[in-house]
T-cell receptor, first 114, second 114 residues
């Protein structure tokens, strides 16, 4: 079985400070990892993914994430947070052999204060 | 280049009625996924379909729920004899044929059962 944990329901940061949203996963096999963002009353938007290659992946809006195989983590980061980054963030995992079925974490609400 | 389209955006049904939710995938996408998001909860996978085939329905409730993706037309998620516990946001996503691709989400249908 595959699973995703986002240990923090809420992350609060001040504008201009770095932010980290944590994600750990559990799979049998090679993981494909994804981050999505959801703004109020909207669908999810894709931010970035790790499939293979460099452990540090860069995505939309200045976000990046680091794949750490030994710690089974895929934390989302941004060097300098913006108020407009405030949203709900979801981490998702899929095993390369499990066509289609992605498992999502419960989400982390990021609030960036001016 | 239209994204994933879902309609209706809001649907109100009385207990015992049927709800039909529609999803048109992005152009060129042949894979469709349905998710349910309950208030204050994350996304829960329901079903994964390709044209005329259900690939994985392990997240679908055994009764009252069904999904289809016909050769022509949108994918339909049908909920028969709705109950108040069915009130949720239902999101559809689509992707290209599986591999290393991310999913693209529609804006969701918010079902309210009165």
């Amino acid at each position: 079985a595959q699973s995703v944990a986002q240990p923090e329901d809420q992350v609060n940061v001040a504008e201009g400070n770095p932010l980290t949203v944590k994600c750990t996963y559990s799979v049998s096999g090679n993981p494909y990892l994804f981050w999505y963002v959801q703004y109020p009353n909207r669908g999810l938007q894709f931010l970035l993914k790790y499939i293979t290659g460099d452990n540090l992946v860069k995505g939309s809006y200045g976000f990046e994430a680091e794949f750490n195989k030994s710690q089974t983590s895929f934390h989302l980061k941004k060097p300098s947070a913006l108020v407009s980054d405030s949203a709900l963030y979801f981490c998702a995992v899929r095993v390369e052999t499990n066509a289609g079925k992605s498992t999502f974490g419960d989400g982390t609400t990021l609030t960036v204060k001016p | 280049n239209a994204g994933v389209m879902q309609n209706p955006r809001h649907l109100v049904r009385r207990r015992g009625q049927e709800a039909r939710l529609r999803c048109s995938p992005m152009k060129g996408h042949s894979h469709v996924y349905w998710y349910r998001q309950l208030p204050e909860e994350g996304l829960k996978f329901m079903v994964y379909l390709q044209k005329e085939n259900i690939i994985d329905e392990s997240g679908m409730p055994k009764e009252r729920f069904s999904a289809e993706f016909p050769k022509e037309g949108p994918s339909i998620l049908r909920i028969q004899q709705v109950v108040r516990g069915d009130s949720a946001a239902y999101f559809c996503a689509s992707s290209r044929p599986q591999g290393r691709t991310e999913q693209y989400f529609g804006p969701g249908t918010r079902l309210t059962v009165t």
